[in-house]
């Protein structure tokens, strides 16, 4: 478990280190995605699922052009969350089965997203949402704590 989760957080790493400094926000969990997919899958694909055990793991990453954190949690048993708040610009990305999240508009409206397995989503700030995730998922969340402001 240890050995697969410090291969994910390297990855993670060294993608978003490679990544123009000046793509910031959602942008860069965009491109971030994008490059990490293939590369988790490559890594994925030789691990044997479903896993034993449940992983809760989390790394504070603060290289000197990125900030950002790495949670990285493989579920047993189905769960799920309601009306949790993103603190910051985050990448969710769901590897082995599909998830479910919900999208706040207002108090009341909400859309609907399914994540297949092996896809992600990046949200901004504030937005609120319900996560459903299936038994055996793996979830990375990357959260981007960047401070820099974004010119508008």
Do not use: W
């Amino acid at each position: 478990m240890e050995t697969l989760t410090k291969n994910i957080c390297d990855i993670v790493i060294n993608e978003a280190i490679s990544i123009n400094e000046k793509i910031k926000g959602l942008n860069f969990l965009e491109i971030l995605k994008s490059n990490l997919v293939e590369k988790l899958l490559h890594l994925l694909n030789e691990q044997k699922f479903p896993l034993d055990k449940i992983i809760d793991f989390e790394n504070i990453t603060e290289e000197k052009l990125r900030n950002f954190n790495i949670l990285i949690n493989y579920y047993v048993s189905s769960i799920s969350i309601n009306k949790k708040i993103i603190n910051n610009d985050s990448l969710f990305l769901s590897f082995n089965e599909t998830s479910n999240i919900d999208i706040y508009k207002d108090e009341k409206k909400f859309t609907s997203m399914l994540l297949y397995k092996n896809t992600g989503i990046s949200l901004p700030k504030g937005t609120i949402i319900n996560s459903k995730f299936n038994k055996n998922v793996l979830l990375i969340e990357i959260q981007n704590k960047d401070t820099d402001q974004i010119l508008k």
